[in-house]
């Protein structure tokens, strides 16, 4: 599994001050594997996934994503930032700017690509995510469940090999929670690698092929669908899973 | 609700059968909803009924009312008098002497001089050219429908034009040498130019105070502090008395470029405060969007913070910019001629001498067409800026 790994923990710590938010984290995921990672609040996981594209940097260990280790070289940060997508809780799309121009910005500025072109690919990709009509629209004028499909489709115009997403769905009134858990699982089924954090146990169950377990800055433990709801081996998992499901 | 049963229910008065008691206001109920009440009384019995609401509703508003009213009748009539009624318009010093109100003869009489100061007086229309041509430009650099890179290229014509005009030397004009020019031009250019360099230079000072490399950070915070703890006119006494002492033996700094210098700098760390103040309202998350789609750091600081960050601070910064524009008169301190200088020595005439608050009064005219005119324009851009971003 180590060989073909895409993305690499290799006990990683990381410290806010003198608050260890991660302890010897080590996770090892394949090209095209998805992730669901969950844990009570405060247990690190946006800490964790956040150092993936080095929103946060960590501090011992070593993270290795498509055999570049991330350092405090820019060089090796810029292209992992290319390769890594990344759709956020509170969606961040950028509201002095058009759908269409939130999706093309990054390819034209980041890639070099031509207006037309990119234009063509992000209404691609609005179609994808349902909201073609939406496209000359500024954020403040959509919902959140369709903004929260315009920052995934934001982040797919980059073309990434992997997808983060933190809490994609918290931040949604109920009703629209399904509509970007919809695109998520298309998106799951077109092979990309995806790492992410959420309570929507039913999406885990349907799409992940390994889940993990967070408390306390640590991975409690990690393992298939089946097995992590059928029969999970700490105690810690067992009482999550107890108040998370009783709902 | 799924809980409630149907007898719980029934006494909520949103029920769409009433009870038969209401029968009689129920009838009324959708003409009075159709029109809001206030709006029928309004169209009734205006403007009295306005007045009435609004003027004469309590016993204190009445009060208040008639003492406006006694204060206005104490104000308005002499002051129109004086200023249009009694005022004497054209003719000499003596026709002025017998009206009893404002001599504005001595405008007709002395405007040359306060607009274009010692400007040779023959040559006076190349100032007014080059000052029509520059607020010409100016108000066609505020149509939205101009926003072309071809307005750069005109902006760069106009100012040649402009030098060409105000020195002169070529294509046959005599040469004015700057220590001449006055008035008007001087205020324009010199509000303008230091507005117009102090703007870049105050996001440079803003985005240096948030760097995460101390020297920068050190070196900006210590300029922006220094500069907002003296006086604007210590600061131009600085540029203009203490910075030739260290330039090298022979070499000279021109006289209006070292008040501008001063003046650019001055404005610079004001803005730059203000500038302060939009980034910190940009939230963590477009920063964090930003690096993650792999900008770099001046790309996310140009496409996304910063054209939002000045979008907030528009009211703040067209302050600076009025405060600025009148703050030009104190460059009379290192000896230019602003506009209000000028207009001073246009108030030394014997002749002249008794109408020096006529010739205020209209320097003051002057300076209060352009603030407002900034003010006006800035309160459209606002809108036009929050036009898009909110729902
Ligand atoms: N910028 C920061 N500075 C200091 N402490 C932080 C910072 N960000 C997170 N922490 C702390 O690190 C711990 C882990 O935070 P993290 O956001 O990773 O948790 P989480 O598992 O994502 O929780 P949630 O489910 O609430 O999102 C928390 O105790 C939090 O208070
Ligand atoms: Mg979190």
New binding site residues.
Partial sequence: MTANAIIELRKVGKW??S?H?LRDVSISIGKGEKVVVC??????????I?CINRL?AHQTGHIIVDGIELTDDVKAVEKIRRKVGMVF?NFNLFPHLTVLQNLTLAPIWVRGMAKSEIEEIAMMYLKRVRIPDQAHKFPGQLSGGQQQRVAIARALCMRPEIMLF??PTSALDPEMVKEVLDVMTELAGEGMTMVC?THEMGFARQVADSIVF?AE?SIIESGSPAEFFENPKSERTRQFLGQILEH | MSKHSPADQAPIPTAPVPPAHWAASYEEEPTQASTPPQANGMTALKPFGWAKDNLFNTPLNTALTVACLFLLWLVVPPMANWLLLNASWSGSSEACREAAGACWSVIAVKHRLIFFGTYPYDEQWRPFLACALFVAMLGASGVRAFWRPWLAVAWALTLVGMGVLMWGGVAGLTYVPNDRWGGLPITLMLSVFSIALAFPLSILLALGRQSSLPAIRTFCVGFIEAMRGVPLVSVLFMASVMFPLFLPEGVTVDKLLRALAGMTLFTAAYLAEAVRGGLQAIPKGQYEAADALGLSYWQKTMLIVLPQALRIVIPPIVNQFISAFKDTSLVTIVGLYDLLTAATVATTDPEWRPYFAEVYVFAGLMFWIFCFSMSRYSQWLERLANRYTRR
């Fill in positions: 806010y001050n608050y938010a844990g009570p609040s405060g247990s690190g996981k946006s800490t964790m956040r946060e809780q933190d809490e954090v967070m800055g």
